[in-house]
């Protein structure tokens, strides 16, 4: 059986695009190295109907299907499992951008453009592709829908699923579904494109969207202000809103002790205050179509009136672009400034803005009550409600035994807190594989059920992504080294 599904690939895609022997860490192996599985074949197809044939010779063999874009996902969602029996169909080689229609300000690329490629390519036809987010030079847009990630101008732009008009996907048949019109009113039924979109290849694969373009903005200003502590965050955040309206497009929070890492780990980056680090730091940026003298003048008189009213101790303005840049390098390199401290659990949670003051009291304490000692790097969007909240041992301590100590009872903590919050333990990640009992914990039962209906009726014989998001006993675990 083998030989002969893998035949049958070859003469889809050439010999060249069937790789079943050497090297082939890329696509089996996560990019942090955590999780690693085998596969019968990883599939390069060049366009939708070689992964429309594709599907239908490994349905008919009975053989699961892996999609897999840049491979940067956090979760597990796009490595195969440890059976070997899994084909990986890596839509890399399908990275055109088909058609910009600058009339109806949209854009149609099929999926392995590369977020970076797609946004440049939109700012050379004078236009914004708002999507943003640390991997994005390496990250593809089908990924990008498939998991619908977020990023850093969430606030004013929307997840990726806001942004996207229509998809082509292939599903677990073989068929082709077509929906790249780009009508922005279409109400002829079911929305069927949503169903693909956060379902991270277990119903279909997106081979092709047609996504949504801006006017590219005039100007951008953007600040770096010192903050006493998340409730002042919360209440700065609403007053720019209120005085920004929709041109204030990223609210970010960090915490010091990341900055901290930052300032320790990665010192060509010069972190403001770092001399005497606040509680926390907001990086906020604005743009809008206005001059940029206007721009920068709206976020000064905003900055003034939170001075006075006490919401920052200090701020700085970016004077050039430049300066704009290394303040979001500071923050994105939070992350990396982390890794040199050693494995640490991480956590992706949305909340109600309100109420993420009061979690990060509770969930600190609950933490450092069951574990001592611990460190709690929390950063991220605070102006759609996503952080990233990560929890380091002690310090001194080895940081891969508090990891094979820990892991399950923080996280546990941390996932029980967000709930009563009624927050999401997934805010952009996904559920991946590595996240699928947490779903199965702490999701409505009803949702659960739909969901599984959903799967069920779509994908009846579970070859697309089996394990991933939906608990599915015929799928084997990825192997996770004890190294991590």
């Known amino acids: 059986m083998r030989a002969q599904l893998i035949d049958q690939l070859i003469a889809i895609s050439g010999e060249n695009n069937v790789l079943t022997q050497g090297d082939l860490s890329a696509y089996l192996q996560d990019w942090r190295k955590w999780w690693e599985g085998r596969a019968v074949a990883i599939v390069r197809p060049k366009t939708t109907q070689e992964v429309a044939l594709i599907v239908k010779a490994c349905a008919q063999e009975n053989v699961t299907i892996v999609p897999q874009g840049g491979n940067t996902g956090l979760v597990g969602g796009s490595i195969p499992d440890s059976s070997g029996t899994q084909v990986v169909i890596q839509l890399g080689r399908m990275n055109s951008v088909v058609r910009i229609d600058k009339a109806n300000m949209t854009v149609t690329v099929q999926a392995g453009c590369v977020l970076a490629s797609l946004q440049q390519q939109a700012r050379e036809a004078g236009f914004l592709f708002p999507l943003s987010l640390g991997a994005e030079g390496s990250c593809m847009i089908g990924g990008n829908l498939a998991t619908n990630a977020g990023g850093t101008q969430v606030l004013r732009y929307g997840n990726t699923r806001d942004l996207c008009l229509g998809l082509e996907v292939v599903t677990p048949s073989g068929e082709v579904l077509n929906t790249l019109s780009g009508l922005r009113k279409d109400n002829t039924g079911y929305n069927l494109r949503d169903l693909f979109i956060g379902s991270e290849g277990t119903l279909g694969i997106i081979t092709a969207a047609t996504l949504k373009l801006y006017p590219l903005p005039a100007a951008n200003a953007t600040s770096w202000a010192a903050v006493p502590d998340v409730d002042k965050a919360v209440e700065l955040l609403g007053l720019a809103q209120n005085r920004l309206g929709s041109s204030l497009t990223g609210f970010e929070l960090m915490c010091a002790s990341g900055l901290h890492m930052v300032t320790k780990h990665l010192q060509q980056l010069r972190v403001p205050f770092s001399d005497d680090l606040p509680p926390y730091s907001i990086l906020l940026e604005c743009s809008g179509s206005e001059s940029a003298d206007r721009t920068r003048s709206s976020l000064e008189s905003l900055l003034e009136e939170a001075l006075q009213r006490d919401l920052i101790s200090n701020v700085v303005v970016a004077e050039t672009f430049e300066q704009s840049k290394q303040l979001w390098s500071i923050r994105e390199h939070i992350p990396l400034a982390q890794v040199h401290e050693g494995p640490n659990v991480k956590h992706d949670i949305s909340l109600p803005i309100s109420s993420i003051p009061e979690f990060l009291a509770r969930s600190a304490s609950a933490l450092c009550a069951a ?50 919050f009624g927050g999401s333990f997934s805010a952009e990640h996904g559920v991946g594989a590595i996240k699928v ?48």
């Open 371 to 420: 574990i001592p000692g611990v460190r709690i790097v929390n950063f991220g969007h605070l102006g759609d409600g996503n952080l990233h909240y990560n929890v380091l041992g002690p310090e001194g301590e080895d940081a891969k035994r508090f990891l094979a100590d820990h892991e399950d009872q923080v996280t546990e903590i941390v996932y029980r807190t967000v709930a009563d």
């Open 437 to 484: 009992h947490a779903l199965e914990t702490y999701k409505c039962p009803c949702a659960l059920d739909l969901m599984r209906s959903i799967k069920k009726a779509i994908d009846p014989h579970n070859l697309m992504n089996p394990g991933r998001v939906l608990a599915a006993t015929s799928a084997r675990p990825i192997q996770v080294p004890d190294s991590r």
